[in-house]
């Protein structure tokens, strides 16, 4: 694996497959809001990160000089690597070259119970969707409503 400057992935990416390597940066769907306009971008599923494959460990030398390139990822001394299932696992999801994450249960005005924690057992409805698995809802408590934000898997469909 290889730690890129931030935000220069895909310059990281281009100078190294310039070289010969192969390399692999999993992109996902991000809605960007920026100036009044939100627009959909293919961002990086692991900011910071790519996948190189190198056959022989005296090939990595070239790649640590690379335009975009920071740094070998370590566990010690040896260079960190993935299980090639795991990259295939995740060109399996891509589509149209950006990785599909898969169906949410969940969505905006649904009603649901609260799994576990203070709030285990109270019903709240949904009011916004957050990427980072993160969900807004509103909830009925001491005689008014209240907006709250919590892990999506704190959440259980109502019976």
């Known amino acids: 694996m290889i730690n890129a ?3 220069r992935e895909r310059v990281a990416v281009d100078n190294l497959e310039r070289q010969g390597f192969e390399v692999y940066c999993p992109l996902i769907r991000k ?6 306009r939100v627009l959909d971008v293919a961002r ?23 335009i975009g390139v920071r740094s070998l990822l370590r566990f010690g001394d040896q260079p960190g690597y993935v299980d090639d ?3 295939q696992s995740l060109r399996a999801r891509e589509h149209n070259g950006v990785i599909v994450a898969p169906a949410t249960p969940w969505r905006v005005g649904q009603e ?13 409805t949904i009011l916004e969707l957050r990427d980072e698995e993160r969900v807004t809802l509103l909830m009925e408590m001491l005689n008014g409503e209240v ?6 898997r704190h959440l259980a469909l109502t019976a």
């Open 5 to 7: 400057h931030p935000h």
């Open 31 to 36: 809605t960007v809001r920026h100036a009044r």
């Open 44 to 66: 990086p599923l692991f900011p910071g990160y790519l996948f190189l494959r190198a056959s022989d460990v005296r090939r990595w030398r070239p790649a640590l000089s690379t």
């Open 85 to 87: 299932l795991f990259i």
């Open 112 to 124: 649901v119970r609260i799994v576990g924690g203070s709030f285990d057992g109270l019903v709240a």
């Open 147 to 152: 907006k709250v934000r919590m892990e999506a």
